[in-house]
């Protein structure tokens, strides 16, 4: 039941007068004064909940910015009759927040995608409002309005509660005595460093609430695969969400994990994605990423990976000195053709420093590679393969690097 500004009044006074009744050391006549001079009421009312939440937000301009969570938190505590019921999920609403800080309404996100299975068109109150508590589109196949997802009150409290603890058991990277080595925390890592979205989270969520810890690393493998081939693919935002969602569906429809490994729903366009990667890479958003799934196949998963401050750095330096080795070594149509290829790129962890870059590839290597790869195991590998760096060494190792990747992703 909406309260009319009478309503409003009577429980405001009520609230007041337990308040002075349970702490007789306040003064009422303190309070006269605090809300003539410091407190300013205002009673509004608008016809939808778009229109209350842009006003809310002008009302709020000079204060704290209000946020989708922070209202759909009053619509669920309002939705609860028992007081001892608001105080418990308060504190839980407030935990999460305090948790996951600005990522929270990204979390509520997550579960907005779970339950509608489709690319958010609206703000994420309205999404629950329209798509989850009062669906107003109709099913194209039977004409009817959708159902209801979710209800207000305890049941989204649950969900809410329900998904935070998964998320928890997914993020905390613990996963050791359940895999039996750091391969999928590692994976997690490499994806929330390096993935351009967290597109992939929800299904994650989903298949660990039915299946758990059974075949996981298998999912996250070909989760990770998926979204980052049709990245590197040039497959546009909205196709890589359809497809997060259509692996969400294949979950709910699935028995077992094999059903959902069978349904098709990670197949990757492999002519397209072995294409750029055997393409000049350096610039494009994602070389750094595919650097770190090479290093993530030549890692041993008996240890964490670290994740300090990473650059890509070329080994024949873009703009070589006209005195230097790599004048003699390559021509300028090798420089045009190669510099820029996977094959030539590793991972630094610290900044890059542009002079110590153009050195000839020993004193390079001795005096640069060797103090900022120690943990990069692709890096590493190159520089402790390879004695020189000619055409014939860069074209070697962009075999090899391109061919595993092909593998991984096959």
């Known amino acids: 039941m909406k309260l009319n500004p009478v309503h409003l009044?009577?429980?405001?006074?009520?609230v007041i007068s337990d308040f002075f009744r349970e702490n007789q050391e306040h003064n009422y006549d303190e309070l006269l004064p605090f809300i003539v001079n410091k407190v300013l009421m205002i009673y509004v009312a608008t016809e939808d909940l778009e229109d209350a939440f842009r006003l809310f937000m002008i009302l709020n301009d000079r204060g704290v910015p209000?946020?989708?969570?922070?209202?759909?938190?009053?619509?669920?505590?309002g939705a609860l009759e028992n007081q001892s019921d608001k105080l418990k999920y308060a504190k839980l609403w407030e935990k999460a927040e305090g948790e996951l800080g600005e990522d929270f309404d990204r979390f509520l996100s997550h579960i907005r995608t779970i339950l509608v299975k489709e690319k958010a068109r609206l703000n994420l109150l309205q999404e629950f409002e329209d798509k989850i508590y009062n669906p107003k589109e109709k099913d194209k196949k039977t004409g009817e309005k959708k159902p209801i997802l979710l209800t207000k009150g305890i049941e989204t409290f649950n969900i809410i509660e329900k998904y935070l603890e998964h998320y928890r058991a997914i993020f905390s990277f613990q996963s050791y005595d359940e895999v039996g080595d750091f391969r999928l925390d590692n994976l997690l890592k490499v994806?929330?460093?390096g993935l351009p979205s967290t597109d992939w989270q929800p299904p994650l969520l989903r298949y660990f609430e039915k299946f758990k810890y059974e075949n996981l690393f298998d999912f996250v493998y070909k989760l990770d695969n998926k979204l980052s081939a049709d990245w590197i693919s040039q497959y546009s935002p909205t196709y890589r969400i359809e497809s997060m969602n259509t692996i969400i569906k294949s979950i709910d429809s699935a028995k077992n994990t094999d059903s959902v490994f069978n349904s098709g729903c990670f197949e990757i366009d492999q002519?397209?994605?072995?294409?750029?990667?055997?393409?000049p890479v350096y610039g494009r958003r994602f070389a750094r990423y595919v650097l770190l799934k090479l290093d993530y196949y030549y890692q041993n998963h008996d240890q964490r990976m670290n994740f300090e401050t990473l650059s890509v750095e070329h080994i024949l330096p873009q703009n070589p000195a006209s005195d230097s080795q790599w004048i003699n070594d390559f021509s300028i149509e090798d420089r045009e053709k190669l510099?820029?290829?996977?094959?030539?790129?590793v991972l630094i962890t610290r900044r890059k420093n542009t002079s110590q870059g153009r050195?000839?590839?020993l004193d390079k290597k001795e005096r640069y590679f060797s103090k900022n790869i120690d943990t990069c195991p692709n890096s590493l590998r190159v520089l402790n393969s390879y004695d020189q760096w000619t055409p014939s060494e860069?074209?070697?190792n962009h075999s090899e690097v391109t061919s595993l990747l092909i593998k991984k992703y096959t």
């Open 271 to 279: 002519e397209s994605f072995s294409r750029v990667i055997d393409s």
């Open 66 to 77: 209000l946020r989708n969570s922070d209202i759909l938190k009053s619509m669920n505590l």
């Open 9 to 14: 009044w009577a429980k405001a006074i009520t």
């Open 394 to 396: 860069l074209l070697n």
């Open 339 to 345: 510099t820029n290829i996977l094959g030539n790129l």
């Open 191 to 193: 994806m929330l460093y």
């Open 359 to 361: 050195l000839d590839y």
